[in-house]
């Protein structure tokens, strides 16, 4: 029944490739934030010459579109495929040559009657939207499997001097050999070379059961590979063992052997010119970038590193991530340049695009002289602009928010406050953009995570809050990502009465400073957020009039009990622990503690945090005899990526802090 039902949803893809259907777009405050971005993802092609969008459609669908930027005066887009979201979804294209993109299409399907699961499958199509193609699953989508690829595969990279080829890591899945010889017998990960027009397939390293991950150097080069090691039980142990080829070819040889603590080195990138992998690892507690040889004597070398917070990836450039820098996050998001002429190149745009420190390079051609930049702020959603640096011309192209240009939107603060114990919690601050600042109704908004931090940066869940009137608190309480391990603590579920008192001691801090009216506050979280919000209204029952909790977790012994089908059930039972914590952190139990009314949003395709997370707290809340209620939305996923859905999340949020807050409808 499972595979009839994936192969009836693959083969209907075609069928949507030219489906038509547009989103209406509401003239209230709630419609312009709540819609999904305007350009989701975007990427340049080889030549420079066209540009591919990924635009939303009603619902979750999306359509891919193509411009082409050699003609004269208006960009003119062209839709060449189009997914409706039920279950078929776009998550993004690449191109493979200047004909030919690859595009990622997913959603969710369930597996063995209970198992709720994300699929996803790759198809080729042309730039003008013919030959549209799935790759094929080694094994995978047969009758005769012995299982199922829920990966349709991963391009790591471009197959050297063929044009159209892509390096794709690939699951292949053995098939029942009785009855016939041409079974697909291999199991595990492999990498194959694939012809993004014909399909065929050339392998370039046989698939090993253990395999995880393969890192390509830009030349077409398999360098990097990551192994499991899977414990008696069947589990995923916390360990991974890398291993690296050398540069005239030869066996795999050890690397480095990476723990949950990363202090060890962990690989992310390969320099073919350089014969280099690079990676973080800790430093004095905190993650540094560094460059390590591919050889005998395997040198580390460090490239970077921040005294007071993580580093947390590498900026690359072009189709063969070529590594240009590092990027890592003070009060607003910075970047470290190892390459001297993108470091001028920076500098430049930062000075042609006053407003817009945010500065990014999305995507270049193959001889990176056409760049596509994306450019926004805090009160700039962000657009996208093409740069001829042969030409020194810059042009604007798309905008990622059309909806919000007449808007006036809100200056965000960096900001710090004190804990309880005197530790200076970071936050960030915004305010209503009519210039109050003084006795506001307030919301305080947790991250989610909790491995995550908030930045400095549009939020149209912040914006929106502060456009009717509120102030916005964002703590990067004790627990967050980002700022070392000292900082991280046990994580925000074992060290929770620390997170959460810093919560809470931002909500106090806003009052103290007369931001906040007294018994004006409000907390609105999603995920771990919501977490934080339900649990802090357990704990302090009297600080916030009313909590809103979007895909929360509310029972952490249910959450362990999520992923005991699944390989990773281990690290996510470590990563709970066990103990008192578990009984006291868990919101469910407690329900009765509630004063203030709760509100719940959570969708029906929810992997993240499963729909009985916050069934269970609605149950318990009405058992209690709290004022709750819980909204459900069919067939969204954890992001709720519906504009519809998320203009209902705002409006009814709104209403529900407006009554309990301002003491009005």
């Not at 635009?55 to 005066?73: C, E, H, I, M």
């Not at 030869?250 to 990138?269: E, H, I, K, T």
């Given at each position: 029944?499972?595979?009839?039902?994936i192969?009836?949803?693959?083969?209907?893809?075609?069928?949507?490739?030219?489906?038509?259907?547009?989103?209406?777009?509401?003239?209230?405050?709630?419609?312009?934030?709540?819609a999904?971005?305007?350009?989701?993802?975007?990427?340049?092609?080889?030549?420079?010459?066209?540009?591919?969008?990924?635009?939303?459609?009603?619902?979750?669908?999306?359509?891919?579109?193509?411009?082409?930027?050699?003609?004269?005066?208006?960009?003119?887009?062209?839709?060449?495929?189009?997914?409706?979201?039920?279950?078929?979804?776009l998550?993004?294209?690449?191109?493979a040559?200047?004909?030919?993109?690859?595009?990622?299409?997913?959603?969710?399907?369930?597996?063995?009657?209970?198992?709720?699961?994300?699929?996803?499958?790759?198809?080729?199509?042309?730039?003008?939207?013919?030959?549209?193609?799935?790759?094929?699953?080694?094994?995978?989508?047969?009758?005769r499997?012995?299982?199922?690829?829920?990966?349709?595969?991963?391009?790591?990279?471009?197959?050297?001097?063929?044009?159209?080829?892509v390096?794709?890591?690939r699951?292949?899945?053995?098939?029942?050999?009785i009855?016939?010889?041409?079974?697909?017998?291999?199991?595990?990960?492999?990498?194959?070379?694939?012809?993004?027009?014909?399909?065929?397939?050339?392998?370039?390293?046989?698939?090993?059961?253990?395999?995880?991950?393969?890192?390509?150097?830009g030349?077409?080069?398999?360098?990097?590979?990551?192994?499991?090691?899977?414990?008696?039980?069947?589990?995923?142990?916390?360990?991974?063992?890398?291993?690296?080829?050398?540069?005239?070819?030869g066996?795999?040889?050890?690397?480095?052997?990476?723990?949950?603590?990363?202090?060890?080195?962990n690989?992310s990138?390969?320099?073919?010119?350089?014969?280099?992998?690079?990676g973080?690892?800790?430093?004095?507690?905190?993650?540094?970038a560094?460059?390590?040889a591919?050889?005998?004597?395997?040198?580390?070398?460090?490239?970077?590193?921040?005294?007071?917070?993580?580093v947390?990836?590498?900026?690359?450039?072009?189709?063969?991530?070529?590594?240009?820098?590092?990027?890592?996050a003070?009060?607003?998001?910075?970047?470290?340049?190892?390459?001297?002429?993108?470091?001028?190149?920076?500098?430049?745009?930062?000075?042609?695009?006053?407003?817009?420190?945010?500065?990014?390079?999305?995507?270049?051609?193959?001889?990176?002289?056409?760049?596509?930049?994306?450019?926004g702020?805090?009160?700039?959603?962000?657009?996208?602009?093409l740069l001829?640096?042969?030409?020194?011309?810059m042009?604007?192209?798309?905008?990622?928010?059309?909806?919000?240009?007449?808007?006036?939107l809100?200056?965000?603060?960096?900001?710090?406050?004190?804990?309880?114990?005197?530790?200076?919690?970071?936050?960030?601050?915004?305010?209503?953009?009519?210039?109050?600042?003084?006795?506001?109704?307030?919301?305080?908004?947790?991250?989610?995570?909790p491995g995550?931090?908030?930045?400095?940066?549009?939020?149209?869940?912040?914006?929106?809050?502060?456009?009717?009137?509120?102030?916005?608190?964002?703590?990067?309480?004790?627990?967050s990502?980002?700022?070392?391990?000292?900082?991280?603590?046990?994580?925000?579920?074992?060290?929770?009465?620390?997170?959460?008192?810093?919560?809470?001691?931002?909500?106090?801090?806003?009052?103290?400073?007369?931001?906040?009216?007294?018994?004006?506050?409000?907390i609105?979280?999603?995920?771990?957020?919501?977490?934080?919000?339900?649990?802090?209204?357990?704990?302090e029952?009297?600080?916030?009039?009313?909590?809103?909790?979007?895909?929360p977790?509310?029972?952490?012994?249910?959450l362990?009990?999520?992923?005991?089908?699944?390989?990773?059930?281990?690290?996510?039972?470590?990563?709970?622990?066990?103990?008192?914590?578990?009984?006291?952190?868990?919101p469910?139990?407690?329900?009765?503690?509630?004063?203030?009314?709760?509100?719940?949003?959570?969708?029906?395709?929810?992997?993240?945090?499963?729909?009985?997370?916050?069934?269970?707290?609605?149950?318990?809340?009405?058992?209690?005899?709290?004022?709750?209620?819980?909204?459900?939305?069919?067939?969204?996923?954890?992001?709720?990526?519906?504009?519809?859905?998320?203009?209902?999340?705002?409006?009814?949020?709104?209403g529900?802090?407006?009554?309990?807050v301002?003491g009005?409808?």
């Amino acid at each position: 029944m499972f595979r009839q039902q994936i192969s009836h949803w693959l083969f209907g893809i075609a069928s949507l490739a030219f489906a038509t259907g547009s989103a209406t777009a509401a003239d209230d405050m709630a419609a312009r934030f709540g819609a999904r971005e305007d350009v989701e993802q975007s990427s340049l092609s080889p030549d420079g010459n066209w540009i591919a969008f990924v635009q939303p459609l009603n619902g979750q669908g999306a359509g891919l579109y193509v411009t082409d930027l050699r003609g004269s005066g208006e960009l003119q887009m062209k839709r060449i495929l189009a997914v409706d979201g039920k279950p078929d979804r776009l998550a993004g294209c690449q191109w493979a040559s200047n004909n030919r993109l690859l595009c990622t299409i997913y959603g969710m399907s369930i597996m063995g009657g209970t198992d709720l699961v994300q699929i996803s499958r790759v198809a080729a199509v042309n730039a003008d939207g013919s030959d549209l193609k799935l790759l094929n699953i080694p094994g995978g989508d047969s009758l005769r499997s012995r299982g199922v690829s829920l990966s349709g595969g991963a391009v790591i990279g471009l197959a050297a001097g063929n044009d159209g080829h892509v390096l794709m890591m690939r699951n292949y899945v053995p098939e029942v050999t009785i009855g016939t010889r041409n079974a697909q017998t291999k199991e595990g990960l492999g990498v194959d070379d694939v012809d993004s027009v014909t399909l065929r397939t050339r392998p370039v390293e046989p698939p090993k059961n253990n395999a995880r991950e393969y890192i390509a150097d830009g030349l077409g080069n398999v360098r990097v590979m990551g192994t499991r090691t899977i414990d008696a039980t069947g589990y995923d142990k916390e360990e991974r063992s890398y291993f690296y080829r050398p540069a005239n070819g030869g066996a795999w040889q050890p690397l480095s052997v990476v723990m949950q603590d990363n202090a060890n080195f962990n690989p992310s990138l390969v320099d073919a010119e350089k014969n280099l992998a690079y990676g973080l690892k800790r430093k004095d507690g905190r993650l540094a970038a560094y460059a390590k040889a591919l050889d005998d004597g395997g040198v580390e070398t460090l490239l970077f590193a921040h005294d007071q917070v993580d580093v947390d990836g590498f900026i690359t450039i072009g189709r063969n991530k070529r590594p240009i820098g590092v990027s890592y996050a003070t009060d607003r998001r910075r970047v470290f340049y190892f390459d001297p002429a993108i470091a001028k190149l920076a500098a430049a745009l930062s000075s042609a695009l006053p407003g817009k420190p945010n500065v990014r390079v999305v995507d270049a051609s193959s001889d990176e002289k056409k760049l596509l930049i994306w450019a926004g702020s805090d009160v700039d959603p962000g657009h996208y602009f093409l740069l001829d640096r042969a030409t020194n011309q810059m042009a604007p192209v798309a905008a990622s928010r059309p909806q919000l240009d007449d808007i006036t939107l809100a200056p965000m603060q960096h900001v710090t406050y004190p804990a309880a114990d005197g530790t200076q919690i970071p936050a960030y601050l915004t305010l209503p953009p009519d210039g109050g600042a003084k006795g506001l109704p307030a919301i305080v908004m947790p991250h989610g995570g909790p491995g995550a931090r908030d930045e400095w940066g549009f939020d149209w869940m912040v914006q929106y809050f502060a456009s009717q009137g509120y102030a916005v608190l964002q703590p990067n309480f004790r627990g967050s990502a980002g700022y070392g391990e000292d900082w991280f603590q046990q994580n925000g579920f074992k060290s929770w009465r620390t997170a959460i008192g810093d919560i809470d001691d931002g909500a106090r801090w806003l009052v103290k400073q007369g931001i906040a009216g007294v018994g004006r506050l409000a907390i609105f979280g999603w995920s771990y957020g919501g977490y934080a919000a339900l649990q802090s209204a357990v704990t302090e029952p009297d600080l916030f009039k009313a909590v809103v909790a979007i895909a929360p977790v509310t029972e952490l012994n249910q959450l362990r009990e999520e992923r005991r089908t699944w390989t990773d059930f281990r690290q996510t039972s470590d990563f709970i622990g066990t103990g008192p914590h578990v009984d006291e952190g868990s919101p469910a139990r407690h329900a009765g503690a509630i004063k203030s009314p709760v509100l719940l949003f959570h969708g029906t395709k929810d992997i993240n945090v499963g729909l009985q997370q916050s069934q269970l707290m609605q149950d318990r809340l009405v058992r209690a005899g709290k004022a709750s209620e819980l909204v459900i939305f069919d067939g969204l996923d954890h992001y709720l990526e519906d504009s519809q859905a998320r203009t209902e999340m705002l409006t009814k949020s709104a209403g529900t802090v407006r009554i309990s807050v301002c003491g009005r409808a």
